[in-house]
């Protein structure tokens, strides 16, 4: 699998979209990006994956560059209970791999 | 429906002690995976397992033994605790098919500590 590389730490004020960037020079071409997050000490929590196209659901926005060597996750109105570490890892959507996450990113939202 | 369930929560081991983390899942899920996480770290995968019967090794699993006999359970083991086994342990499982969207679903956690 291809490595991420994410900023280990990120603010955003409250009500602003956070845009949370991740590196991924070396991904193939059939690899998906995935995003989770994880709040305080929970478990992570899966938001949204994509393989070229820019992806939307009630969570969050994904976008892709067209090259795919980096992806961007938005959060259009982040809210204090957006506060968490976020990751972003690359994997084949079906092969039975290993899954390996980074450190993420540490996002604080400020009131 | 209840996901992933880790059993137990919370355990304090000495040094030496053996013990046997449960992880359960009820979604039909072929994968299953173990990580732990350390204050401040990311999640480093321990093991992981693609179908009964089956397991492997990931970025750290020295000192850990797994065993998938059921599909539905996936077991993690210490034969001798240690105090660098101190951490938080996480259990998670996804689905295999080509149509699914392969996400992996966590389970709450399991706080180890080793004195």
């Known amino acids: 699998d291809a490595k991420t590389t994410q900023p280990p730490s990120m603010d955003c004020a409250e009500g602003r979209a956070a845009n949370l960037p991740c590196n991924h020079s070396?991904?193939?071409?059939?690899?998906?990006v995935y995003w989770y997050r994880q709040i305080h000490s929970q478990g992570p929590q899966y938001i949204i994956h994509g393989l070229k196209n820019n992806e939307t659901n009630e969570m969050a926005s994904l976008i892709i560059t067209e090259d795919r060597k980096s992806s961007t996750l938005i959060l259009p109105h982040a809210t204090l209970r957006d506060t968490a570490v976020y990751y972003c890892i690359v994997r084949l959507r079906n092969r039975d791999d290993k899954i390996i996450f980074g450190k993420g990113t540490r996002l604080h939202i400020l009131p | 429906n209840a996901g992933v369930t880790q059993t137990p929560k919370f355990r304090v081991l000495k040094t030496g002690q053996s013990m046997t983390l449960l992880c359960a899942q009820d979604m039909n899920h072929e994968y299953m995976y173990w990580y732990r996480q350390d204050p401040g770290m990311g999640l480093r995968l321990i093991h992981y397992s693609v179908g009964e019967g089956t397991t492997a090794k990931g970025e750290v699993p020295d000192g850990y033994n797994v065993s998938r006999l059921k599909k539905q359970n996936f077991l993690l083991g210490l034969e001798s605790a240690a105090p660098s086994q101190t951490s938080v342990y996480f259990c998670a499982s996804s689905y295999a098919g080509i149509t699914g969207a392969n996400v992996l679903t966590f389970g709450a956690g399991s706080r180890l500590t080793v004195l």
């Open positions: 070396t991904i193939s071409g059939n690899e998906y």
